[in-house]
């Protein structure tokens, strides 16, 4: 009796058909839900005699799993035809979307900025194409200076009888200081002292393209005029920079050195952060690693732009993104950075 009853659902099941995704439900209503044909039969299944059960259990599972398949079939179809017209819309973003990562150097940078921010300087931005009087002359460069030479930088028009009308890809960030200089005067021609800035960006040498040198990198330089400002800031600014970048045990040092901008000038080191300065190979057992150039600025870069360098003093300091990156995640390539290789991207999901 069962067995008949089961033998007619399972036709009845195999010929299932419906319009519309409303149809589907109801043939889910009648035959799978708690009220539906299957569960009823369940219930008679108590009746069934001992000798019975097993073939009877195993048929009433196939009209199930039957029942089951055939309706979710259907639901798919429905959905189908009822997405036809959507499917069309060929300005939709493919699916499955697929979030992407942030680049390491803009997170390098967001840190570096966000750093400095908490310090109380703002940003400034500035042309990538700029005028050599910007990038060269108002930073103090020497007519002769090398980095004026065609082996050294990239040259938009150049002009040899003048060097100073020449237009080129910024060879550093260092010309937007020089624009912020030239622009904080109030109408009468004053300083709207303090200048406090931090200027991220891309610069561009003529370098040939290894995993340590590339024909373009990024820069963060930061400048700072006022009355009164002394080296004593510069070092402890740069201290708590380095602290909150590299971690709180971070030590610092400087060694003299040499740039036109800046008089006195010297080179940074932060304590090794891999051996803790004991000396491995990371910091070529010197216990230090160098990360950026500093000092305060030379009185003629002021007075060249327009700042009473008897009146206000100032420092200026600057480091490569790529540099701090590959400190900070060990990348040992700097083509990495521009290869658009998803798989060395994709590193840097959790870094952010
Ligand atoms: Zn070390």
């Given at each position: 009796m069962i067995l008949d009853k089961i033998?007619?659902?399972?036709?009845e099941v195999q010929n299932l058909s419906a319009k519309?995704?409303?149809?589907?439900?109801?043939?889910?209503?009648?035959?799978?839900?708690?009220?539906?044909?299957?569960?009823?039969?369940?219930?008679?299944?108590?009746?069934?005699?001992?000798?019975?059960?097993k073939t009877v259990g195993m048929k009433i599972n196939e009209l199930k799993t039957l029942a089951t398949e055939r309706i979710n079939q259907l639901r798919e179809e429905c959905e189908t035809q009822e997405g036809g017209e959507e499917?069309?819309?060929?300005?939709?973003?493919?699916y499955p979307i697929e979030l992407g990562t942030r680049h390491p150097l803009t997170i390098v940078t967001n840190e570096i900025i966000d750093i400095f921010s908490r310090m109380g300087f703002v940003l400034a931005d500035g042309p990538e194409v700029e005028d050599d009087n910007h990038i060269f002359t108002k930073m103090n460069f020497a007519a002769d200076h090398p980095a004026r030479d065609m082996q050294d930088t990239f040259f938009v028009s150049q002009h040899p009888n003048d060097v100073t009308k020449n237009i080129l890809l910024r060879s550093h960030t260092s010309s937007v200081q020089a624009r912020v200089m030239e622009h904080?005067?109030?109408?009468?021609?004053?300083?709207?002292?303090?200048?406090?800035?931090?200027?991220p960006g891309r610069v561009y040498r003529n370098e040939a393209i290894t995993?340590?040198?590339h024909c373009f990198f990024h820069q963060v330089e930061g400048l700072y005029i006022d009355k009164?400002?002394?080296?004593?800031?510069?070092?402890q600014v740069l201290l708590s920079f380095a602290k909150e970048m590299f971690g709180a045990d971070t030590k610092i040092r400087l060694r003299p050195s040499y740039f036109p901008f800046t008089e006195p000038s010297a080179e940074m080191d932060i304590s090794c952060f891999?051996?803790?300065?004991?000396?491995?190979g990371f910091c070529k057992h010197t216990g230090w690693v160098e990360i950026l150039g500093c000092g305060m600025v030379d009185p003629n870069v002021l007075e060249l732009c327009g700042i009473d360098s008897k009146e206000y003093t100032g420092y200026a300091f600057g480091m490569g993104v790529e540099r701090i990156t590959n400190l900070k995640y060990r990348v040992s390539d700097l083509r990495m950075f521009s290869e658009n290789d998803t798989r060395f991207l994709e590193e840097f999901e959790s870094a952010n």
């Open positions: 033998d007619e659902l399972l036709k519309n995704a409303e149809e589907v439900e109801q043939l889910r209503l009648k035959y799978l839900s708690k009220k539906g044909e299957i569960t009823a039969l369940m219930n008679d299944f108590r009746e069934v005699a001992a000798d019975q059960k499917a069309l819309d060929l300005t939709r973003t493919p904080m005067h109030d109408e009468n021609g004053k300083l709207t002292a303090p200048i406090r800035v931090i200027c995993a340590r040198a009164n400002v002394s080296f004593t800031d510069l070092k891999i051996c803790g300065g004991e000396g491995c």
